[in-house]
C-alpha cells in the first residue's frame, strides 16, 4: 500500500504562496486519484482539489478556485499543491490523500490512504 508523506507547508504572510509537495512510495502511484484536504482547528476536514491518474481532470473546491493548482509527477510520484493569494481562512493542516474511487473525488470517503499532513499558517 502506498505511504505519503507532506511537505512545503510554513507560515506565510497574506497574499503570499506556498507550494505544498506529496511524495509517495510505491510503484503503484500513477494508478491512484489523488486528493488534498484541509482542517482548521475546531473545523472539519474540508476538500480542497483533487487530481486523476493521468493528470488531465482536476477538481476544485469553490474557496480555492482560481488560487491553487494541483498537479503531478508519475515519474517522481509526488503530487504538488501551488497555493497563491494565501488568505488567514486558508491556516490548516494540509493533507493529501490517494483513492481508487469514482469522479469527482471531493470526499473524503474516495480515499483510503492519507498523509500526516502540514501545517500552513497565513497571517494577516
Known amino acids: 500500500q502506498v505511504q505519503l508523506v507532506e511537505t512545503g507547508g510554513g507560515l506565510v504572510q497574506a497574499g503570499g504562496s506556498l507550494r505544498l509537495s506529496c511524495s509517495a512510495s510505491?510503484?503503484?502511484?500513477?494508478?491512484?486519484?489523488m486528493g488534498w484536504f484541509r482542517q482548521a482547528p475546531g473545523k472539519e476536514r474540508e476538500f480542497v482539489a483533487a487530481?486523476?491518474?493521468?493528470?488531465?481532470?482536476?477538481d476544485y473546491a469553490d474557496s480555492v478556485k482560481g488560487r491553487f493548482t494541483i498537479s503531478r509527477d508519475n515519474a517522481k510520484n509526488t503530487v504538488y499543491l501551488q497555493m497563491n493569494s494565501l488568505t488567514p481562512e486558508d491556516t490548516a493542516v494540509y493533507c493529501c490523500a490517494a483513492g481508487t474511487g469514482l469522479w469527482p473525488a471531493n470526499t473524503p470517503a474516495r480515499y483510503y490512504v492519507w498523509g500526516q499532513g502540514t501545517q500552513v499558517t497565513v497571517s494577516s
Open positions: 510505491g510503484r503503484t502511484f500513477s494508478s491512484y486519484i
Open positions: 487530481i486523476r491518474r493521468r493528470g488531465d481532470s482536476t
